[in-house]
């Protein structure tokens, strides 16, 4: 009497769960795992830095997963005061949030989780010359206290009042203004002065992000998977830079 020899499927061997997060701008490569149950992309596009006065932002850079069709776009830059930079586009996705464009000053936010943020607008002074300060003493130093303090602008009388320092005096601020010397005419107590008001140039945009989830057996083991890391916008003079992208994968 025979009987047949059974046949012994060998049992399949899975990685063991994980997650790995990529921040470094630039290329990367990702070897995917033979996964058990499910593998999760998520994407982040790098943000555009804010400009300033003179100077623009840099738009942040692209992050992607080319070979799965994933893309989160960068945020644009702050054009230095004439307008905001765009928030980064996604595609691809399960998930696909478009960033934020900025918003005034403001960097716009990052599509997830507040990260890739854009960068603020820097700030820069508002230069007029024309006006006058008279004092009884220098402008540099008030001799005794109270001295007589006197701005005129454009012809009107501005601020009319006591100053009751002993000391140097480098500047005058009121009304959200800022009164300075500046070098040139003089005669007797009166000195030509500037005028100056604090103003910021324009936010960069937020970074995209995608969220791409794969079954078990939708990604082969081993296969390398090249990667993009969109890097940060760097900003115009004193804008700030703008977060940088990142790629996070995780499976179980």
Same mark, same amino acid.
């Given at each position: 009497?025979?009987?047949?020899?059974? #046949?012994?499927?060998?049992?399949?061997?899975?990685?063991?769960?994980?997650?790995?997060?990529?921040?470094?701008?630039?290329?990367?490569?990702?070897?995917?795992?033979?996964?058990?149950?499910?593998?999760? #992309?998520?994407?982040?596009?790098?943000?555009?830095?804010?400009?300033?006065?003179? +100077?623009?932002?840099?738009?942040?850079?692209?992050?992607?997963?080319?070979?799965?069709?994933?893309?989160?776009?960068?945020?644009? !830059? !702050?054009?230095?005061?004439?307008?905001?930079?765009?928030?980064?586009?996604?595609?691809?996705?399960?998930?696909?949030?478009n960033g934020a464009a900025g918003s005034g000053s403001s960097g716009g936010a990052g599509a997830n989780a507040g990260?890739?943020?854009?960068?603020?607008?820097?700030?820069?002074?508002?230069?007029?010359?024309?006006?006058?300060?008279?004092?009884?003493?220098?402008?540099?130093?008030?001799?005794?206290?109270?001295?007589?303090?006197?701005?005129?602008?454009?012809?009107?009388?501005?601020?009319?009042?006591?100053?009751?320092?002993?000391?140097?005096?480098?500047s005058y601020t009121t009304g959200g203004y800022t009164y300075t010397r500046y070098s040139g005419n003089s005669d007797?107590?009166?000195?030509?002065?500037?005028? +100056?008001?604090?103003?910021?140039?324009?936010?960069?945009?937020?970074?995209?992000?995608?969220?791409?989830?794969?079954?078990?057996?939708?990604?082969?083991?081993?296969?390398?998977?090249?990667?993009?890391?969109?890097?940060?916008?760097?900003?115009?003079?004193? !804008?700030?830079?703008?977060?940088? !992208?990142? #790629?996070?994968?995780?499976?179980?």
């Amino acid at each position: 009497m025979t009987f047949p020899v059974p #046949i012994v499927c060998p049992s399949i061997k899975y990685d063991a769960p994980g997650s790995v997060t990529y921040t470094t701008a630039g290329a990367q490569n990702f070897t995917v795992p033979r996964y058990r149950n499910a593998l999760t #992309i998520e994407i982040w596009g790098g943000a555009g830095g804010g400009g300033t006065q003179g +100077y623009n932002g840099a738009n942040g850079g692209n992050s992607s997963v080319s070979a799965l069709g994933l893309l989160a776009g960068g945020g644009g !830059g !702050g054009l230095n005061t004439a307008s905001n930079g765009a928030g980064g586009i996604a595609s691809g996705g399960d998930v696909n949030t478009n960033g934020a464009a900025g918003s005034g000053s403001s960097g716009g936010a990052g599509a997830n989780a507040g990260i890739a943020n854009g960068g603020a607008g820097g700030a820069y002074n508002v230069v007029t010359n024309n006006g006058w300060r008279e004092a009884y003493n220098e402008w540099w130093w008030s001799a005794r206290s109270p001295d007589i303090f006197r701005i005129y602008w454009n012809g009107s009388l501005v601020v009319n009042t006591t100053y009751s320092a002993v000391g140097p005096i480098s500047s005058y601020t009121t009304g959200g203004y800022t009164y300075t010397r500046y070098s040139g005419n003089s005669d007797g107590t009166r000195f030509a002065i500037s005028r +100056y008001y604090t103003a910021y140039g324009r936010g960069g945009g937020g970074g995209a992000y995608v969220k791409k989830t794969f079954s078990r057996g939708e990604l082969s083991a081993k296969t390398i998977l090249a990667l993009i890391v969109g890097a940060g916008g760097a900003g115009g003079n004193t !804008g700030a830079a703008g977060g940088g !992208g990142r #790629i996070k994968i995780t499976w179980t």
